[in-house]
């Protein structure tokens, strides 16, 4: 059936108010939906993750450390070499001062400066491996006066945390030269350098340990 010209106007009326009718949040269209950009991408969350495991473990062998420390009557034990204060004060130093050197880094890659980069992370692997060539002497004079993981408790607790302390910063010193030899490659730039950032991340976690344990272990 045709419908007649008053019956189409009609029509029209009715389309043309349902458009001008605002609908549950108003007459205006509703904005596009972004997607939630994550806090955090899989890298750094993987990192977070692992110092938190590390953590973790650590403070369970300051616990071990602590309960033997507090129950002894005489610590450092008698007849037992004492730990090289001031030898591994200045060790302390050199440490602190690569977490300076990664932070320069850091900020050199944000500015584009690879270049810069390379030289900072150079620097602040050659400040680490020192650290442990220091430890490593430091270890053989320990040992060479009796001082050993087997002699007592107090040696054991000793190369177990200052130990795994400088394993630590072993897996810390790979991981800056891999980093190195990507930015040497160009994989990094001011918009991407997530490499840098995760391997600053875990060694500053290295970094900022250790004066907690050289307080706790050489000083306490």
């Not at 005489?74 to 001031?86: A, S």
């Not at 001062?97 to 880094?105: K, N, Q």
């Not at 190369?159 to 790979?174: K, P, R, T």
């Not at 980093?179 to 490499?195: C, D, E, L, N, T």
């Amino acid at each position: 059936m045709v419908k007649s010209s008053a019956a189409r106007k009609l029509d029209d009326t009715t389309s043309a108010a349902e458009l001008r009718r605002p609908g549950f949040g108003g007459g205006d269209p509703p904005p596009p939906v972004r997607p939630n950009a994550p806090v955090l991408n899989n890298a750094h969350l993987a990192v977070l993750m692992l110092l938190g495991a590390e953590v973790m473990f650590f403070a369970g062998l300051i616990g071990a450390f602590l309960v033997f420390r507090l129950s002894a009557a005489v610590w450092p034990p008698p007849f037992q070499p004492r730990l090289p204060v001031g030898m591994t004060g200045v060790n302390t130093a050199i440490l602190l001062a690569s977490a300076v050197t990664m932070h320069l880094g850091i900020r050199a890659v944000r500015t584009g400066a690879v270049a810069t980069l390379i030289r900072q992370l150079t620097i602040t692997a050659l400040l680490g491996s020192l650290f442990l060539v220091i430890q490593g002497y430091e270890w053989i004079r320990l040992i060479h006066f009796g001082l050993t993981a087997s002699s007592s408790i107090y040696g054991g607790l000793f190369y177990a945390l200052i130990g795994a302390h400088g394993v630590h910063v072993l897996c810390g010193l790979i991981w800056l030269f891999l980093v190195r030899m990507q930015a040497r490659r160009g994989r990094f730039s001011k918009i991407r350098y997530v490499g840098v950032q995760t391997s600053a991340m875990y060694w500053t976690f290295v970094v900022a340990l250790w004066p907690v344990l050289y307080g706790l272990v050489y000083l306490y």
